[in-house]
């Protein structure tokens, strides 16, 4: 079962705007995931932040998370070309097995 | 380089015959999983592994086994694959349990064709 979903499903924007797109999970976490997706390809790791941390930074990256909202998001500054690709967020799994649970993602593409 | 690879990376097969997708990862991480990735559906776990010959179902293990004899390798074995079981296949690994606060590392994807 998904535990993280993205919003927007898609979001398209101007080379050199932010793009900003949110996670919404059920259960409690202790930490939350985002990684990236180009298309067709394996997920590369972005981010991690712990359920006791509000906000993180790297590099472009800007990762929020508000546990009482079960919410987290991802500020991508003063977007690329390269930027284009899919973005998932991922908590563990819950029932008792291990493992993350992926959204859906949110599609970003960035116009030249 | 540190890397999780996966081999074939494309593959077309009719139903019912057996086939086996590899997975091999240089970074003696202790956990490896097997995600299938569908449109509108996302990312959804098959199999995963804590390490050698500690293996667990994930959301869809139906159709799938698994094996982990060696800790850098974690095969996914379809043994009379159907249609639906045409997706975008994903390995991954990790240094401890994904749910330990470790990132996954992830294959390059073996996408599968069943006729």
């Known amino acids: 079962s998904q535990q993280g979903e993205e919003d927007p499903q898609a979001l398209s924007i101007q080379e050199g705007e932010n793009a900003t797109m949110n996670c919404s999970y059920k259960?409690?976490?202790?930490?939350l995931q985002w990684y990236r997706q180009n298309s067709g390809r394996g997920l590369v790791h972005l981010i991690l932040?712990?359920?006791?941390?509000r906000e993180k930074h790297s590099g472009r990256l800007r990762v929020t998370l508000d546990t009482s909202k079960k919410s987290s998001s991802l500020l991508i500054t003063a977007s690329r070309a390269a930027d284009t690709a899919s973005y998932f967020c991922?908590?563990?799994?819950?029932?008792?097995?291990?493992?993350?649970?992926f959204g859906k993602g949110t599609h970003l593409i960035i116009q030249p | 380089e540190a890397q999780v690879t996966q081999n074939p990376r494309y593959l077309i097969t009719v139903t019912g015959k057996k086939l086996t997708v590899t997975c091999s990862q240089n970074m003696n991480h202790e956990y490896m999983s097997w995600y299938r990735q569908d449109p509108g559906l996302g990312l959804r776990q098959i199999y995963y592994?804590?390490?050698?010959?500690?293996?667990d179902k994930g959301d869809v293990p139906e159709g799938y086994k698994v094996s982990r004899k060696e800790k850098r390798n974690f095969p996914l074995i379809l043994e009379s694959p159907s249609p639906n079981q045409t997706s975008l296949y994903f390995c991954a690994s990790s240094l401890k349990p994904a749910g330990q606060t470790y990132e996954q590392y992830f294959g390059p994807g073996t996408r599968l064709t069943v006729t």
């Open positions: 592994s804590m390490n050698v010959e500690v293996t």
């Open positions: 991922a908590t563990r799994r819950g029932g008792g097995a291990d493992g993350l649970t």
């Open positions: 259960t409690s976490i202790n930490n």
């Open positions: 932040i712990r359920s006791n941390e």
